[in-house]
């Protein structure tokens, strides 16, 4: 048990921890800070929060546990306003896409004190951000990844891996580099290539009217492009060189396709489909769970 978590951010992901805290019985008192005014108060009038804070700094204030909900290029900047209120025994989290460019900025402005600092990525959201839709069975049953470093304190690990147990996530430990080369493979590029493609579609003279026809198939595929858009470029921006390393290698199978399509190659164009479909029809989720 938590005697006050000091929230950072009161949108989905802080707003959604914030709820599954109180719902597991894990915090007395939640005290949050958002640069919106009106997104504390919502958050507030809505119980995630019990109290606004008027500035970062007055939500660490008396807070043994701290999550920064905040865009992954605010880090640093939101680490430099509350530092002079970090304690040895608090327990501080963020909840980033993003890991190296977080636990440098960690490491710059934290210094001596980086090893109470546990950099965290819950593999959960909702295409809509803001506090309105957040949930508190968000992170249930969803993955948690953990990239720890060297001068992570073992106390402070062992409480945040015990606290997203109890939150019901399953919870993995990697390196941050580890860690943003594989999510730039199967998230950042992802949502890359969605985002491109809803542009490329819209930007023709007849997009709309094709837009129109599009069935389900489409719906699903497109579905990530209508995420936050700053918290996304930040991603995008923040991991450029694993994720442009992972474009390059999509970039080359697509020409494939093309080739084949192009020389009414049909014996390896179905080869070249029925590795992905094998590999999609064998792919499971953590858990065990197909997806």
Not at 25 to 32: D, E, N, Q
Not at 235 to 255: M, P, Y
């Amino acid at each position: 048990m938590f005697e006050q978590l000091g929230l950072i951010g009161c949108g989905l992901m802080g707003g959604s921890f914030a709820l599954a805290m109180k719902k597991a019985g894990l915090v007395k008192r939640v005290v949050g800070y958002s640069k919106s005014p009106s997104t504390t108060e919502r958050a507030r009038s809505m119980g995630v929060i019990d109290s606004e804070a008027p500035s970062a700094l007055q939500a660490v204030s008396g807070s043994d546990i701290v999550l920064l909900a905040v865009p992954v290029a605010a880090t640093e900047a939101t680490l430099k306003a509350i530092r002079h209120l970090i304690t040895p025994n608090m327990l501080i989290m963020d909840v980033g896409s993003t890991k190296r460019n977080v636990v440098d900025a960690a490491r710059r402005v934290l210094r001596d004190q980086v090893g109470v600092f546990v950099p965290a990525h819950p593999i959960a959201g909702k295409e809509q951000s803001g506090v309105e839709h957040a949930d508190a069975d968000l992170y249930a049953g969803k993955q948690l990844i953990l990239t720890p470093i060297e001068r992570t304190l073992t106390v402070q690990l062992q409480k945040a891996q015990e606290l997203w147990t109890a939150l019901g996530c399953h919870v993995l430990k990697m390196s941050p580099e580890s860690h943003d080369a594989a999510y730039a493979a199967v998230s950042h590029l992802p949502h890359l290539i969605a985002f491109a493609l809803m542009n490329a579609i819209s930007s023709q003279e007849h997009g709309r009217d094709y837009l129109s026809l599009a069935g389900p198939g489409f719906r699903d595929f497109t579905r990530i492009a209508a995420s936050d858009p700053t918290m996304w470029r930040d991603v995008l921006i923040a991991n450029r060189e694993e994720l442009l390393a992972q474009s390059k290698i999509f970039q080359r199978n697509l020409q494939k396709f093309e080739q084949l399509i192009a020389s009414d190659n049909y014996e390896l164009l179905e080869g070249m489909i029925e590795q992905a479909s094998q590999t999609r029809a064998h792919w499971r989720m953590s858990g065990g769970k197909k997806n």
